[in-house]
């Protein structure tokens, strides 16, 4: 019924555009209508008739470059941004969306700069605040990080991607007593949310308290149709509680889930490894790479695994595959001329 309204809204918005072609009006309010359908295309290209109109219309002008951000082309996102910021220099949204631009562009300090700017002209906008804080999480200064996303959360207690974010940095900083406290309240502000409930039972988990964590994570269990990644952090949480066959069955029900994803092979072939279990260790690590053939950690973990099964040779091979993958990666370079070293002087020994 939503989709019928919305088509018979845009039937008449087109009609009354090909009455009215100079109305701006129209032009914007159909950008919109498309924009809620989600075809993108529809809407740049009716920006781009209201621009042929109107090319110092900002609101188009910032439009166009919030869809080329979403088309990832950066690149036209800034030319369109740019131009709405020379009709409009006092626009904070302009300056803030500048800081996006470069905040994909992991350029540190002019997104710092541009969302410092966005601040100057409006600084009651929770939102910037929050991008301030992940720019700093990305370069992991969770100190920084904290204060701006509390910040935001001074301004919007309810700001459920800040409450979310903070509860990951102080996750971050073993600070889980907090981090439980802001995942909870996320969870009653949005009780079908999985990912949060997940996230409180590796808090709880954390925490020892073990009954309270696998009731959420069977919680979670119950809200979605994708579960591999709740049974990994179910079966990672049974490791901690030190309950491993139980554990062992939840990395099988991942697998089974989903073979054709690697992350379940490797942690169970990472908990057999531990449990000194190498052969068995060794055949899921390949089953990983089946999956995932292309991965260094993997050709690493499984070379570790064969040097412990006293199978040197195939070390060695295994750590040559992860340089291969990784040629810049200086732990693999050391542990490879380590074990390389001690293989030479036995051989030489041997001789």
């Known amino acids: 019924m939503e989709n019928t309204n919305l088509n018979e809204k845009i039937n008449e918005l087109v009609v009354k555009m090909a009455k009215e072609p100079q109305n701006i009006e129209n032009y914007h309010e159909l950008s919109e209508l498309y924009l809620q359908q989600r075809d993108y295309d529809k809407v740049m290209s009716v920006l781009d008739s209201l621009l042929a109109i109107k090319p110092d219309d900002v609101q188009a002008l910032v439009g166009m470059g919030t869809m080329w951000f979403y088309e990832r082309d950066f690149r036209k996102s800034l030319s369109y941004y740019n131009r709405a910021l020379e009709v409009n220099p006092k626009n904070f949204l302009i300056y803030y969306n500048m800081g996006n631009v470069f905040a994909e562009w992991k350029n540190f300090s002019k997104a710092l700069f541009y969302y410092n700017r966005a601040i100057d002209l409006n600084s009651s906008n929770p939102e910037i605040y929050n991008a301030i804080a992940l720019l700093y999480q990305d370069e992991e200064d969770y100190v920084e990080s904290k204060a701006y996303y509390e910040k935001a959360l001074s301004l919007d207690p309810e700001n459920v991607n800040a409450l979310i974010d903070l509860g990951n940095v ?22 079908d949310n999985e990912l949060i409930a997940v996230c409180i039972g590796n808090c709880l988990t954390l925490m020892g308290e073990r009954e309270q964590a696998y009731s959420y994570y069977e919680k979670a269990l119950t809200m979605t149709d994708d579960k591999y990644p709740i049974y990994i952090c179910y079966a990672i949480s049974l490791t ?80 040559r595959a992860a340089i291969s993958i990784a040629p810049d990666n200086d732990e693999y370079r050391l542990i490879y001329s380590q074990v390389m070293e001690d293989y030479v002087k036995s051989v030489r020994g041997g001789a």
């Open 170 to 191: 102080c996750f971050k900083i073993y600070d889980y007593e907090t981090a439980l406290k802001l995942f909870k309240k996320v969870f009653v502000l949005n009780p």
């Open 240 to 319: 901690e509680f030190k309950e491993i066959d139980v554990a062992q069955q939840m990395y099988r029900r991942a697998i089974e889930f989903d073979s054709k994803k690697s992350n379940a092979y490797v942690l169970l072939a990472n908990l057999y490894s531990n449990l000194g279990n190498q052969p068995e260790a060794i055949d899921l690590y390949r089953k990983a790479l089946q999956v995932e053939p292309n991965n260094p950690e993997t050709y690493s973990l499984l070379g570790n695994c064969h040097y412990l099964n006293n199978d040197i040779e195939q070390a060695i091979s295994s750590y």
